[in-house]
């Protein structure tokens, strides 16, 4: 494979992780060994900045700065969940390359945004300008079917594993009162987030709380729903509920979403406050819920060290496979099938990506529908394991900031 | 002097905070260290257990449970918030005392549970029963006005505000979609714990997030509300608002309880979505809304060191005032007055606890009424400081579990 000389560019998509920071450390840090790359950028704010010409330059920025991206929450570079969607976008973005020399395209996002890095690629194809696009996963989702888990799942499980266990012993604690405690959880189509809160138990311990956890895989059915909390509350004194977001009836409708079809992403969610009614309704009791919200994807102070390695090792991937000739492919993480936990990259081309939704396997839910068997504690258990060392100043985590020095602009601006 | 010989029992009550296991600790390992206290009890689940009889043996726990408990949440003991009511009531826990020859009781609570303990006091001089009555206080809200601040409330602080500085990075990195971002934290009276929010403000940074805090001690204004969003989405695109569960208007009407007056304590909260609406309806733009509820008094795995050492502290002086003859009294914190933060113990009367809430000083909150000034985060920010070194296995915090070895009943058990 001949050497392509050039610059190389980031750009982030879609909702933050704890650890998507890490990813871009990774490419960073990679692209600086290898002589071939000259400058390496950011685009601001996703497509926003490839549209607007608005890059920074990533090398400026002191070695300080990029280490401390390992454990800073939040889309350093500003994300957008605005897409390319006219072809003159496309065209624009491709000029904005072509202006910059960008010769390397990493594209961090979701399974979804991938199909934006895609069609750049076929584009600079089809105009023979000499680009390679690589993509590095990201989702606390972890709905992405091609790649074993996707870097950010293991610190929102961690993450949530962590309060649950934290407030089920409070809420032990006065457990003669009747209390239902509900955690409502993110995942829209999936129960996997859902699902890492019961990681919480102990081993051996399957009556630890969370005592029922609903996902989306399984239709949600309002008297099952209370009897199951009748059975815990009979049994336990007090219950713990875990529900994602997405749940849904049976026929297919979510149970509960504010707001009417505008603006749905930002209203989603309501499910915490919609079990609250049914339990005081048909079951009775003291109700709190807990809406963990954003928490989940920013509580950096609590990733797994062992995700946001992954991340920062997906990052450093994707580069080593654009200097190795590779383009149009995503990064994966690759399981061994050793006992003990081992994790590879490898790359699927970008074809195979879209619109693969990965479910919780039917096989590693319980019978009653609202527990995991042992199938699952041993797919997420490794993904949590580890701490990030963050450093406190006055008491509080510091997170890095970008100097953020502007590119000069080579082009007039775009009128869209 | 005269050496006062016989048991010791601790009771515990009301809602758990980070830390209150770790004044139960302090109580544990200062009572061995005095040869005149023979056994060490304690209560289940508070005023419960004092009926009941049920008491176990915390000086047959190990070590290692006991220390475990310097960074477990919830309460050990469960606790209850139940009260002691109709004279016999009392009557009978003064027989259980008696019974088990308890002369030393420790009872940890907030302040009004400490009306309990000075009401058990009384009966027991009135009997000529020899018995030392010491309070330790606990409580996230810190509306305690006798004691400077409160065991529990630096823990909660230094979460929220590490919470709220996460989220907020998130929120900034998509700040171009004027997402309002909404947390809503506990504080049924007082702003102790919307105001400790402004902590994750970077010092010299008073635009920093978050940008508008609503205190229970100003009365909350819709219109006002509304106006404070919009020039916040104008200076900075996005916005986040931390508001105290208590609010209330210019009439004194809390502006959001869900429920009615059944089970209203329970019931409070909703804040956050009634200022969700207000946005939508007034001012327009993405919300999103994190409920922290329970988390922010079990978020043991982001304890305040300095809280958890006070805490502890508190537990052993509470042993050394009742051998040092003291009784009827509440330990209390007491800062030193140089500019370098020093915290001793103190002790207050019961008689002059009761009924005193303190508020947030008016002249701590600065005129926008949004936000707070150097003297606010001068008396806040030691309370944050330190972290607690939790131990980790297989990728969660671990937390004691006491044997809760029984004590044996010597009474009829009680009709109430």
Redesign the interface.
């Known amino acids: 494979m001949a050497e392509l000389a050039g610059n190389c560019l980031i750009g982030?998509s879609g909702?933050?992780t704890a650890v998507v920071n890490a990813s871009v450390a990774g490419i960073v840090s990679e692209a600086l060994n290898h002589g071939c790359i000259e400058e390496v950028y950011g685009a601001l704010?996703g497509v926003?900045g490839l549209l607007g010409e608005d890059l920074i330059d990533l090398a400026a920025e002191s070695q300080q700065a990029i280490r401390g991206l390992r454990h800073?929450?939040?889309?350093?570079l500003?994300?957008?969940?605005a897409k390319l969607k006219k072809p003159q976008d496309f065209e624009r973005v491709l000029e904005v390359f072509k202006a910059h020399n960008i010769r390397y395209y990493f594209h961090i996002g979701d399974g979804e945004s991938q199909d934006t890095a895609a069609k750049l690629a076929e584009l600079a194809n089809a105009q023979n300008y000499d680009l390679r696009v690589i993509g590095v996963p990201k989702t606390i989702d972890n709905d992405l079917s091609v790649t074993d888990h996707c870097p950010g799942y293991g610190s929102a499980a961690?993450f949530i594993?962590?309060?649950v266990?934290?407030?089920a012993?409070?809420?032990?604690?006065?457990?003669?009162?009747d209390?239902v405690?509900i955690v409502e959880v993110m995942g829209r189509n999936t129960g996997w987030l859902a699902a890492a809160a019961t990681?919480?138990k102990r081993?051996d311990h399957p009556n630890d709380p969370p005592h029922l956890v609903y996902l989306p895989e399984k239709p949600f059915d309002s008297a099952k729903f209370a009897d199951d909390v009748r059975r815990i509350l009979k049994r336990e004194k007090h219950c713990v509920v875990v529900a994602g977001e997405g749940l849904v009836d049976k026929d297919g409708n979510y149970v509960a979403v504010e707001?009417g079809e505008a603006?749905a992403?930002?209203h989603f969610?309501g499910v915490?406050?919609h079990l609250r009614e049914l339990v005081?309704t048909q079951v009775g009791g003291?109700?709190?819920?807990?809406?963990?919200?954003?928490?989940q994807?920013?509580?950096?102070?609590?990733a797994?060290k062992t995700d946001a390695d992954e991340a920062f090792l997906a990052g450093q991937a994707a580069v080593k496979a654009a200097i190795d000739g590779e383009s149009e492919k995503m990064v994966t993480l690759v399981r061994g099938d050793t006992d003990q936990y081992t994790c590879e990259t490898s790359l699927v081309a970008f074809s195979e990506i879209v619109g693969n939704t990965k479910k919780l396997p039917g096989e590693w839910i319980n019978e009653d529908g609202v527990s995991l068997n042992f199938q699952f504690y041993r797919y997420a258990?490794p993904l949590?394991?580890?701490?990030v060392t963050l450093p406190?100043d006055?008491?509080?985590?510091t997170?890095a900031r970008l100097a953020a020095e502007s590119v000069d602009k080579q082009l007039p601006a775009y009128e869209g």
Chains 1, 2 share one sequence.
Do not use: C
């Open positions: 982030q909702g933050p704010n926003q800073t929450p939040g889309a350093a500003g994300s957008s969940r961690k594993a962590t309060t266990r934290e407030l012993i409070d809420a032990d604690a006065t457990a003669q009162n209390i405690t990681l919480a081993r707001g603006g992403a930002a969610g915490g406050e005081e003291n109700v709190r819920v807990v809406r963990l919200g954003v928490t994807r920013s509580a950096a102070h609590l797994s258990t949590i394991q580890g701490e406190y006055n008491g509080l985590p997170f």
